[in-house]
């Protein structure tokens, strides 16, 4: 099912829930194309469409000195540029659009997805036997579209932090977790998730969260929004 089938069918599902008479259901997209954001959401029950935007991710030099603010300026683009995609479509309804953003940082510096398995490497001998910290920031977007010419939006940021410590890892630790394929797509070149559990020693805080979504709090942040989900 492409974006515009899938935006088209969640109108008609609110506009449906308007017509019976009960308080139309917002549809929730979710404008990540994460498979463990997707696996996190649908295991709390949370029914939902996605939708992905490519939006550039190019952070400033003052954004990069101050992480938690970065990962929610870049959780803000992600579900802004959903938002404003949806609306192009001429959307009716009322919609929460939902972006994250996930960054470990160490040392104040930021790791991101790997670039080449000597980045991953690099990244992991950092990490070995430090404790850093994942930030993910999570912004909500609700559209109200009653009419084409009837719109109103407005959003909430939040962030989300978790301290994860690794293990001292050798160099063969390293070289065999390389060696898995897990690292290229992921924040700091490992996945608490999969196979990279193995390297890590403790999580402090939400293990969702270092996963990529805090679905715990974004439940409990907005629970009206969820609580029919």
């Not at 978790?162 to 890892?169: D, E, I």
Request: with cysteine; proline share 4%; charged share 30%.
């Amino acid at each position: 099912m492409d974006n515009e089938q899938n935006t088209h069918e969640a109108a008609a599902r609110s506009a449906e829930a308007a017509a019976s008479g009960g308080e139309p259901v917002p549809d929730i997209i979710l404008a990540s194309g994460s498979p463990r954001r997707k696996q996190l959401l649908e295991d709390a029950g949370v029914a939902f469409s996605v939708r992905v935007s490519e939006v550039d991710e190019t952070l400033e030099p003052d954004l990069l000195a101050d992480p938690p603010e970065a990962a929610k300026k870049l959780a803000e683009r992600k579900a802004g540029a959903v938002v404003q995609e949806v609306l192009s479509e001429n959307y009716l309804g009322m919609a929460a659009v939902l972006g994250a953003d996930t960054m470990v940082v160490l040392d104040g510096e930021i790791f991101g997805k790997p670039v080449s398995l000597s980045d991953a490497k690099r990244m992991l001998r950092r990490l070995s036997g430090r404790t850093h910290e994942v930030i993910t920031a999570v912004s909500l977007w609700m559209v109200a579209a009653p009419a084409i010419e009837d719109i109103s939006v407005g959003f909430r940021t939040f962030v989300d932090r978790s301290a994860v410590t690794f293990r001292c890892l050798t160099d063969e630790e390293i070289a065999d977790y390389l060696r898995k394929g897990e690292s290229f797509d992921k924040a700091g070149a490992y996945a608490v998730q999969g196979e990279g559990a193995s390297l890590v020693e403790r999580v402090d805080g939400s293990l969702d969260s270092v996963i990529g979504l805090p679905v715990g709090r974004l439940l409990d942040e907005f629970p009206d929004l969820f609580a029919a989900r």
